[in-house]
């Protein structure tokens, strides 16, 4: 048989580019100079003969460090935001609100207006919630399957704002008649179509 030790302690080896942390950072800042701020991280770091790689070694304490991105955030906190010169950016564009969250924002206003209180739920769910709780046959291509979920809560990215609510309803049943609530929020479901395999829409969903 085999044998192991939990948890395991040891070092997550990460590597990321110097260019790209030098371009995250937005400072020409030396390799010398990377591995100096990173060891103020907690993160050991050594950079290859050509100076174009940097391998970091994420000890167990350090969870929040998973790509080159992370170690790129932690040089440039080692290093300083207020030593970073600020520009002015080479693109210009006028922010403006997306029109779905300009009709999520008159649509909450209307159901508070009618009385309603708005709920924030998980968007995540079970898969018997979803389905058989709500008497709803599963035909395979809706819900978002949640892959190896740490709870049996968290099975499926929510295809209804129902189950939320319905919760939500059971947990204030105690409050005073009548009750009403509301949600506007994004669901998830499959979609061959996309990219991720799976797209978003902004449903509004209502409990009397």
């Not at 649509?107 to 079970?126: D, I, K, P, Y």
Request: net charge negative.
């Amino acid at each position: 048989g085999s044998s192991f030790e939990s948890p395991d302690m040891s070092d997550r080896s990460v590597e990321a580019n110097v260019d790209y942390i030098r371009s995250i950072v937005g400072v020409p800042i030396e390799t010398s100079r990377i591995c100096e701020v990173l060891e103020r991280m907690q993160i050991p770091c050594q950079i290859s003969e050509d100076d174009q790689k940097a391998t970091v070694a994420v000890p167990p304490t350090r969870s929040d460090v998973l790509h080159a991105c992370d170690v790129a955030e932690d040089v440039a906190i080692a290093y300083g935001y207020n030593n970073v010169p600020t520009k002015v950016p080479s693109t210009l564009s006028d922010g403006k609100q997306q029109p779905i969250n300009a009709l999520t924002d008159l649509l909450r206003v209307e159901c508070a207006m009618a009385g309603f209180t708005e709920a924030l739920t998980w968007g995540l769910c079970s898969h018997a919630e979803a389905f058989e709780n709500l008497n709803r046959k599963d035909d395979g291509s809706t819900a978002v399957v949640i892959c190896q979920p740490k709870t049996p809560e968290f099975e499926i990215a929510r295809p209804s704002l129902l189950p939320g609510l319905l919760k939500t309803l059971y947990s204030n049943q105690d409050q005073s008649l009548p009750i009403k609530l509301f949600e506007v929020s994004d669901i998830c479901v499959l979609d061959s179509t996309t990219d991720t395999g799976a797209r978003n829409e902004r449903h509004l969903a209502a409990i009397y």
